[in-house]
């Protein structure tokens, strides 16, 4: 079978990618309320008198946290897929995955916090 390249790959890959957003939305609820406060982070981002590259650092941090988000729910998805039984190999994949999310969501409230302190007292 030829395989696909150039032009014709990447939009596939594309396709690909909408289908795995789609999926994440439909099935895991962290997903649908982290992009939900994408939006409210780009709004707030675009309000303040931020930099360029403050603005890229707040919005950033929380596309972050999805980017985390949707891998350890990648994560949990194969686990799953290989049996709901408990094993300690299959709770420390997940475990780990959790805890990518919670240092991806620590680093977001610091970079968060950093910027709006650094900010007010520009005032």
Do not use: C
Not at 35 to 48: E, S
């Amino acid at each position: 079978m030829k395989k696909n390249t150039g032009f014709i790959r990447l939009i596939k890959a594309a396709g690909y990618s909408k289908k795995g957003l789609i999926a994440a939305w439909k099935n895991e609820a962290a997903i649908r309320q982290e992009l939900l406060a994408l939006i409210p982070a780009v709004i707030i981002a675009f309000a303040f008198s931020f930099t360029a590259v403050e603005r890229v650092l707040l919005i950033g941090s929380v596309v972050l946290v999805v980017v985390i988000e949707l891998i350890n729910s990648a994560i949990e998805a194969v686990v799953d897929r290989i049996g709901t039984e408990y094993h300690e190999l299959s709770g420390r994949a997940k475990d780990m995955g959790s805890a990518a999310v919670f240092i991806a969501t620590l680093l977001g409230l610091f970079v968060w916090i950093m910027l709006f302190t650094s900010w007010f007292l520009r005032l």
